[in-house]
């Protein structure tokens, strides 16, 4: 099962911009989490489509799971 961390945060233009971690350690730690995404926010670390981020608007753990299919 592949696991991502999404990490959502809001741009100048108001939208919802994301960025993704594959295999993050878990348990994730929230505070740890979230002096991280203030550091990007505060650092100007990254930009999107809709302008620099300016704050935080979420996070989560994303589980996806494949199955391979032979086929016949």
Same mark, same amino acid.
């Given at each position: 099962?592949?696991?991502?961390?999404?990490?959502q945060?809001?741009?100048?233009?108001?939208k919802?911009?994301?960025i993704?971690?594959?295999?993050?350690?878990?348990?994730? =730690?929230? &505070?740890?989490?979230?002096? !991280?995404?203030?550091?990007?926010?505060?650092?100007n670390?990254? +930009?999107?489509?809709?302008? =620099?981020? &300016?704050?935080?608007?979420? !996070?989560?753990?994303?589980?996806?799971?494949?199955?391979?299919? +032979?086929?016949?």
């Open positions: 099962m592949a696991k991502t961390l999404e990490m945060f809001q741009n100048q233009s108001g919802v911009a994301k993704s971690i594959e295999n993050p350690i878990e348990p994730v =730690d929230p &505070v740890a989490l979230s002096a !991280a995404m203030d550091t990007i926010v505060t650092q670390v990254f +930009t999107s489509p809709g302008g =620099d981020l &300016v704050s935080k608007h979420g !996070a989560r753990i994303i589980e996806r799971n494949v199955t391979d299919i +032979t086929l016949a």
